[in-house]
């Protein structure tokens, strides 16, 4: 059973506990307030009978009755609403309370070398996710981010970026303390291209604007045309022009990443972070495109994170990131020849390959 199918098995469970409990609570409270309409009747009845009760009475205590149990019943259902609102509150809570990120609005590096000075990330207490990373990432280099799946190379991006800040160790850029930075004044420094594209339900021209807010068409489609994007938004139907839906739902995800790509190209920003920017394009399309971002990163300091080792083959450094640690560090050259886990990902893509159906 994968991790996904038990999350979706406790989330049933917890449901299937939470209704019930709701339904016996509600239930036992609406047969106790019923039963309170019976004794009331039954005891007027006896009381009216033996004459120690007048009939006016005995009607004046079964209407005051009868009306309190209408608003009882509602009260009832909203106190099970909001018993059943309670997880949501509590995980809404945990947001709201959480450490708000602030720091200087105003810059102070000298350069934009991204330095990892024994780092450590934990999720929570009893995940540890990195441990004493330590690497530099030079400006006008490109270091690669590579190893096994769940080594922390995302969380590497993401903490360079201060989407989190790190549980222990430094992480400067130009030799300032990015967790004493105001991460809007931060992320001016970086073009950003993730896996996971976010488009919005507007035109191809205004999502790459996006990344500049001020650009020009002609600035617009000049990145356009670097990402390759003139090659589909031609066949649009109204070219830049065109709305492209929700999240993109008109576009391939190959159309999608290279729209995103475009963004990092129209903010041509000091740091690029690319974390499997090319994963969702043909081997052709991913050629153009490295192409064009040897272009873009001069002087600039660029991290990518990729699966595939052609993506990779012409950094200036390598990472190798296993079990939340750097396992090896080197050129492309340096680490082939170690024989290590770099050269064993290359043999083994190399093989996969040449496999024939």
């Known amino acids: 059973m994968t991790g996904l199918d038990q999350k979706i098995r406790n989330v049933e469970k917890h449901a299937i506990r939470t209704e ?6 509600v239930g036992t409270a609406q047969m106790i307030l019923k039963l309170g309409i019976a004794t009331v009747a039954l005891t007027g ?3 009216l009978a033996k004459g120690e009760l007048d009939v006016l009475t005995f009607f004046v205590f079964l209407m005051v009755v009868s009306r309190i149990y209408d608003p009882m ?3 009832l259902q909203n106190l099970a609403a909001i018993n059943s609102a309670k997880v949501q509150s509590q995980r809404l809570d945990e947001i709201l ?3 708000v990120q602030e720091g200087a609005t105003e810059l102070s590096n000298k350069g934009y070398d ?3 000075k024994h780092v450590g990330f934990s999720y929570n207490e009893k995940e540890t996710v990195l441990s004493d990373v330590s690497f530099t990432a030079k400006q006008g280099q490109v270091t690669a981010l590579i190893g096994p799946s769940g080594g922390g190379k995302t969380t590497v991006s993401r903490l360079a970026s201060r989407f989190w ?6 992480i400067t850029v130009g030799g300032m303390d990015i967790s004493k930075v105001d991460p809007e004044t931060l992320m001016s420094l970086y073009s950003i291209v993730f896996q996971d594209v976010t488009l919005f339900n507007n035109t191809v021209m205004e999502n790459i604007r996006i990344g500049k ?3 020009t068409d002609e600035e617009v489609m000049e990145a356009a045309k670097l990402a390759h994007c003139q090659e589909f938004v031609e066949k649009l139907e109204k070219g830049y022009d065109t709305v492209i839906g929700e999240n993109g739902s008109e576009l391939s995800g190959g159309e999608r990443q290279r729209i995103s790509i475009a963004r990092a190209f129209l903010k041509d920003a000091p740091i690029i972070l690319l974390d499997e920017a090319t994963a969702s394009l043909d081997v052709d399309n991913e050629t153009q495109i490295q192409e064009s971002l040897f272009r873009l990163i001069q002087d600039k300091t660029v991290m990518i994170i990729a699966h595939r080792m052609r993506t990779v083959a012409n950094a200036d450094k390598i990472v190798v990131l296993k079990d939340g640690t750097v396992a090896e560090m080197g050129s492309p050259d340096e680490l082939a020849k170690a024989g290590g ?6 043999d083994t893509q190399m093989q996969a390959s040449e496999w024939n159906l």
């Not at 019930?20 to 609570?25: D, E, G, R, S, V």
């Not at 800040?165 to 430094?170: K, R």
């Open 114 to 116: 991204i330095e990892f």
């Open 213 to 215: 807010k001020d650009a």
């Open 20 to 25: 019930l409990t709701n339904a016996l609570f």
């Open 165 to 170: 800040d790190a549980n222990q160790g430094a």
């Open 73 to 75: 019943q509602v009260s």
């Open 45 to 47: 009845g006896y009381l």
């Open 97 to 99: 309370s959480h450490d």
């Open 341 to 346: 886990i770099y050269k064993e990902m290359c």
